[in-house]
């Protein structure tokens, strides 16, 4: 019944910025985070955010990417400013549930000029 929906995906030009949404419904849902892979490498943590607002970056990212969340509706985003082509990867919402924790799809993120 869990279902995580992402969008927000595409393409931008080194410089430009991105807004990425994931959608989650049928449960009660506590930490939420993006994780990325790139082609060929381990998916790597970029962003977390609790019930609170509380958040933690990549170091990667900080001071680029911000991380929100509306608990009313269940919906998390990134909005990536300052994208690099380092940036090109597959973004995963990742939510936790009451007894486990849920991946979305992943949406492709690419940046180029």
């Known amino acids: 019944q869990v279902q995580l929906v992402e969008s927000g995906g595409g393409s931008a030009q080194p410089g430009g910025s991105l807004r990425l949404s994931c959608a989650a419904s049928?449960?009660?849902?506590?930490?939420m985070a993006w994780y990325r892979q790139a082609p060929g490498k381990q998916r790597d943590l970029v962003a977390t955010i609790s019930v609170s607002g509380r958040t933690n970056y990549a170091d990667s990212v900080k001071g680029r990417f911000t991380i929100s969340r509306d608990n009313a509706k269940n919906t998390m985003s990134l909005q990536m400013n300052n994208l690099t082509p380092e940036d090109t990867a597959v973004y995963f919402c990742?939510?936790?549930?009451?007894?486990?924790?849920?991946w979305g799809q992943g949406t492709q993120v690419t940046v180029s000029s």
């Open positions: 990742n939510v936790e549930g009451f007894t486990r924790s849920y």
């Open positions: 049928g449960g009660i849902f506590y930490n």
